[in-house]
């Protein structure tokens, strides 16, 4: 029997056994409805139109919903028209205000139809459940239209007066959006986004706003997330990878529009110290204008040198004083021969296509001259005391974490890094060996610890320098990759010194074995599991399928970002899972003058309806279940009292 204490404190919820045994019929009765659609996206870097078009279109699901409603009375034409008024209500409707297209029998009409689509997508939820999701405003007359009994002559005059008096006292644009809003709740009841939410893209400041007013979210962090959290705790090295990177991809509207980052230090550093520098090699890629912040490119280009060369640096430093990293090969300034303008790489010298470096003393080259300190520490200040930045990163802790087990399915962004043999590869943190998922959870607190462990603790100080570790590391399970080759890139003209080896977990988890194995690991069964994981896009114009391993395992970036559509050949892909099976969504890219719907292919049927009771909610129902049966036995036998009032 339960603690009596706990039953004590049910008691004040239910005093009554009356009280009780209605909330056990009620999460019973919720046991037996069909689960909820969860929403699977990964590696989101910085698209916001595509993202949260994805978003409100429920990626492509709303406009299905109206096919199937009214694909038998309405032309396309007018499918597209409610489906995008569903996803930019506001929008529409100024548009058609303007042309004075919204009159009171489009109005009529257009709110019957928004009535059928919300009663066919809040059919699998309780009647409460839909109506805390309702505005307040208008809960009570929607709740009425959703109820409606159309063989009641009499309930069919109260529906259209109920209407005629929403026109009439012109609040039909107010109770469209509410209805909008409601549909697009509905649709989606659980979003879960497997990571790299920042860089490459213009905006993840506005995508982090959007998932920040989402009902049902969670977030598994990849190494660019980690990137940025990691530049708000105050880590240089990390500051000057998220600059670096933005800088990089012409990305100066995140930075200063989004967040409010001073880089007036940096442009006036960088054109100053590299006046008489061309700085070929560090042109801004130019997939997005900006709107407000706009750079000329060639102080861009200084910029990012600037940057880049601090960067190396500060990881030098890093490197310097955690040698069980064991990334001493890393330090490629120290490799630099500066007089003969080459460097060695694991034993070979190259020969070096930029050899300007006016900041760097051959001598001692991973020391920062006195302009670099200062300005490292202004831009310290500015992530350091970032109020929009650190709402976002707390976000991400509240709803973060290395990786998730949510409804037999083991979602995770990168890989569970693997030996050859595919054993689980050992990570040496604090003298302890750690594996698997036990390594995982180590992480995930060393992730936390390095946020909120007090500044002047040296586990703190060591939980802050082992995010960039987690950014580029060797061992790291959000990159997963032997070693980031960035300095090659930037500095040897040999395609061959760019390979990054990827952990031996990607070649092996296209098994059903190694799948099995990890499952097993994480406490889940083999049968009717998945693995959903991103990171790697995948290339399906070169035939690649995102479903591997027999259908155990998902690789759903699909390259969403655009600096990836010309190798994936598509723009992302969206995992559906609702009751009876799991969708893929493939996404078009994204041109906002044009519909887009995604094409949404099943790729398994679930053998048998998955209701509520077979989730993890379902199993928190029957634990609550059970303890309620215990409050009432309790009561029948007086060791408790009711307090009937």
């Given at each position: ?14 005093p009554?056994i009356?009280a009780?045994s209605?909330?056990?019929?009620n999460?019973t009765?919720?046991?037996?409805l069909?689960?909820?659609t ?13 993202f949260?078009h ?9 406009r299905?919903?109206i096919?199937e409603t ?44 928004l ?9 699998k939820?309780?009647?409460?459940k ?6 307040a ?20 005059v109260?529906?259209?007066?109920i ?6 006292i012109?609040v039909g644009?107010k ?7 409601l549909i ?15 860089d490459r893209?213009p ?12 009902h049902?979210?969670?977030?598994q962090w990849g ?10 705790t105050g880590n ?39 006046k008489?520098?061309?700085?070929e090699?560090f ?5 997005d204008?900006?709107i ?17 060369v ?13 040698p ?7 330090i ?25 470096f006016p900041?760097?003393d051959?001598e ?6 006195k ?6 520490r ?29 409804n ?12 050859e043999?595919?054993?689980f ?5 604090d003298?302890?060996?750690?594996c ?9 607190q ?7 462990m007090?500044e ?8 802050r ?8 590391g ?9 070693k980031?080759?960035t300095f ?8 061959q ?12 988890s296209?098994?059903e074995e ?35 391993a027999?259908?155990?395992l ?9 600096a990836?559509q010309?190798?994936?050949g598509i ?5 559906i899972y ?11 890219p994204?041109?906002?003058e ?26 928190e ?11 009432v ?10 307090n009937?009032?």
């Amino acid at each position: 029997m339960r603690d009596l204490a706990y039953l004590k404190l049910m008691s004040r919820e239910y005093p009554t056994i009356k009280a009780a045994s209605s909330e056990i019929i009620n999460l019973t009765a919720i046991q037996g409805l069909p689960k909820g659609t969860e929403y699977f996206f990964s590696d989101l870097h910085g698209e916001h139109e595509a993202f949260i078009h994805l978003l409100r279109s429920a990626s492509g699901i709303i406009r299905e919903k109206i096919t199937e409603t009214f694909s038998h009375i309405m032309p396309e034409k007018e499918e597209v028209e409610l489906a995008n008024l569903i996803y930019y209500p506001e929008k529409v409707l100024n548009q058609l205000e303007c042309l004075e297209a919204a009159d009171d029998e489009w109005q009529r009409v257009t709110i019957y139809r928004l009535v059928q689509i919300c009663k066919m997508v809040s059919s699998k939820y309780t009647r409460s459940k839909v109506r805390k999701k309702m505005p307040a405003e208008f809960a009570y007359v929607i709740d009425e239209l959703l109820h409606v009994d159309y063989n009641d002559d009499n309930k069919r005059v109260y529906y259209s007066e109920i209407i005629r008096s929403i026109i009439d006292i012109e609040v039909g644009d107010k109770f469209i959006v509410a209805l909008c809003e409601l549909i697009k709740n509905l649709t989606i009841d659980s979003l879960h986004i497997i990571g790299d939410i920042y860089d490459r893209g213009p905006r993840a400041d506005i995508i982090m706003n959007e998932l920040l007013h989402f009902h049902d979210v969670d977030i598994q962090w990849g190494n660019h997330d980690i990137s940025w959290m990691g530049a708000a705790t105050g880590n240089l090295a990390c500051i000057c990878n998220v600059l670096r990177i933005a800088i990089s991809y012409n990305s100066f509207d995140v930075l200063e529009d989004g967040y409010g980052i001073n880089l007036r230090p940096l442009s006036m550093f960088a054109a100053r110290v590299y006046k008489e520098d061309t700085c070929e090699r560090f042109f801004p890629q130019t997939l997005d204008e900006n709107i407000y912040d706009a750079v000329d490119p060639i102080l861009a280009a200084k910029m990012h040198k600037a940057i880049t060369v601090i960067q190396f640096k500060v990881e030098g430093q890093i490197i310097k004083r955690h040698p069980e990293y064991e990334m001493n090969d890393r330090i490629l300034m120290e490799a630099v021969d500066f007089k003969q303008g080459t460097v060695t790489v694991e034993g070979k010298e190259y020969s070096m296509v930029d050899t300007f470096f006016p900041t760097v003393d051959p001598e001692h080259p991973l020391e920062l001259n006195k302009e670099e300190e200062e300005l490292l520490r202004v831009l310290q200040l500015s992530f350091l005391h970032n109020g929009l930045l650190h709402k976002h990163v707390r976000f991400l802790y509240s709803h973060g974490s290395m990786y998730k087990c949510s409804n037999s399915n083991l979602l995770y962004h990168g890989c569970i890094p693997m030996k050859e043999d595919g054993s689980f590869e050992e990570l040496m943190v604090d003298g302890k060996a750690y594996c698997g998922k036990a390594l995982m959870d180590y992480l995930d607190q060393k992730v936390q610890n390095a946020y909120f462990m007090p500044e002047d603790s040296p586990e703190g100080a060591d939980a802050r320098d082992f995010m960039w570790y987690l950014w580029c590391g060797a061992k790291s399970p959000v990159y997963g990759k032997g070693k980031m080759t960035t300095f090659e890139h930037y500095f040897i003209d040999d395609p061959q010194t760019y390979k990054e080896p990827m952990n031996p977990y990607y070649r092996l988890s296209v098994k059903e074995e190694y799948c099995d194995k990890i499952l097993e690991e994480f406490g889940l069964s083999i049968e009717g599991s998945h693995i959903i994981n991103g990171h790697v896009p995948v290339k399906i114009k070169e035939g690649e399928s995102p479903v591997k391993a027999g259908g155990k395992l998902f690789l759903i970036d699909g390259g969403l970002s655009k600096a990836y559509q010309s190798k994936t050949g598509i723009a992302g892909y969206t995992l559906i899972y609702n009751s009876n099976h799991l969708a893929l969504a493939e996404h078009k890219p994204f041109n906002r003058e044009q519909e887009s719907t995604p094409k949404v292919s099943v790729v398994e049927h679930v053998k048998h309806r998955v209701m509520v009771a077979d989730t993890d909610k379902g199993a928190e129902l029957a634990g609550r279940i059970s303890d309620l049966k215990e409050l009432v036995a309790a009561y029948r036998e007086g060791i408790l009292k009711e307090n009937v009032e």
